[in-house]
């Protein structure tokens, strides 16, 4: 039996990132130092660990943070107020409201606030839609970093079957219509599978490239995936093991030890999607600072609108 190919996350990652503290020198040169602000609401103990390594990452490569921890019992309108400062701030080019938000708090009010030529999530509705007709917009970097680590370890999308399990905003429906855009890095037929799904596994034994999102621990098993498939795991669950130091342990949505037996690449959990989110995120931060200082982009995926257009739309 063949063991499936490692699709190694955190090396794409490392490589990409390398590429972004070369152009972020060069623009520091030039008297420009990519920022990003970051908000985190509550005390959710993996929204902090993923938002201290995103801070970290952006040191590492020379940019700037601005970190902003606000207590769970913050208002809407502490939090409205620190988008506003961010949105104002001119050497904040990118901002990251880490997700989920308190319960009482209206997430979206907040994904509105923020300057969609500073929404380096492309959570803002302007950005969501400019993405799905095929507008420079900026992608969510789950997303992003799927289509990254698919292209930089040669996996062609164009007429594969992708099947997506999930269907969230932040991964799944973002993620389906990237793939289908006619791209390089899309072109794919597409089928999206979610919780009302019947016979799961009818639609995942089709997938040429199966791309799992839906939170569960181990949903996907042997049973469910092609032979020769290509397998992105994109779930982090916490599960508690009481032989870690931690007291946890991360396992994916796909069982990873039955599945890498039967697929051809394989990403793991962690060290597979998680580190390409962070990177992606400073990917888009970085272009929102070149855009901002004005320069000119030719890539297929960079955000077209001026500030001044996109203002004017978030109003
Ligand atoms: N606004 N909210 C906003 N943007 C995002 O892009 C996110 N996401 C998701 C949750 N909320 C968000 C993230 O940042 C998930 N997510 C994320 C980021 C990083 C990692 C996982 C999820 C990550 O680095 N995972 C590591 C293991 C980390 C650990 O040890 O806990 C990995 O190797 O998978």
Redesign the pocket.
Known sequence: MKIAEILD??KIAADIRAELAAEVARMKQRGITPGLGVVLVGDDP??H???T??EQACREIGMYSDDNRLPASASQQEVLALVERLNNDPCVHGI?????LPRHLNESEVLLAVRPEKDV?G?HPVNVGRMVIGEPAYW???PHGVLQILARSGVKTDGAHVVVVGRSN??GKPLANLLLQKNALGNATVTVCHTGTRDLGSFTRQADILIVAAGRPRMITADMVREGAVVIDVG?N?MSDASRKSGFR?VGDVDFDTVRLKASKIT????????M??T??LYNTVEAARRLAGAKDERPNAPASKPAEAEKTNT
């Open positions: 996350g955190k993996a929204s660990s993923y938002v390594a995103k990251l409201v880490q997700l989920p999530d959570f969510p970097c789950t932040i991964v982090v916490r991360l793991p959990v962690p060290g597979g999607v998680g580190p989110t962070i992606m995120l």
